[in-house]
Nanobody, 116 residues
Framework: QVQLVESGGGLVQAGGSLRLSCAASGIIFSIYTMGWYRQAPGKQRELVASITSRSSTNYADSVKGRFAISRDNAKNTVYLQMNSLKPEDTAVYYC??????????WGQGTQVTVSS
């Protein structure tokens, strides 16, 4: 059974930091591209950051220079370090794994709330 379990969300003041984690099980983690998406109320889900199996990274313009995605294949875990948080970063953050060889998988989401 495949599971992606996010953790690390919470309430933080503007300018603060949070680190999200997504622990995967049931997949060959090392071959998956992993990404973090977010969805704010009334808005579409958007890709925030992704990291390939070779650790190439990509970021949305809105988070460049503030967020950093990383992975630890030994722990089957992907991280999102979020610094200089803004109220507009408030959203439910979802972890996703995808591969050309296998199905895509989503986590259940973790709430991030940034107060002004």
């Amino acid at each position: 059974q495949v599971q992606l379990v996010e953790s690390g969300g919470g309430l933080v003041q503007a300018g603060g930091s949070l680190r999200l984690s997504c622990a995967a099980s049931g997949i060959i983690f090392s071959i998956y591209t992993m990404g973090w998406y977010r969805q704010a109320p009334g808005k579409q889900r958007e890709l925030v950051a992704s990291i390939t199996s070779r650790s190439s990274t990509n970021y949305a313009d809105s988070v460049k220079g503030r967020f950093a995605i990383s992975r630890d294949n030994a722990k089957n875990t992907v991280y999102l370090q979020m610094n200089s948080l803004k109220p507009e970063d408030t959203a439910v953050y979802y972890c996703k794994g995808w591969s050309s060889l296998y199905n895509d998988y989503w986590g259940q989401g973790t709430q991030v709330t940034v107060s002004s």
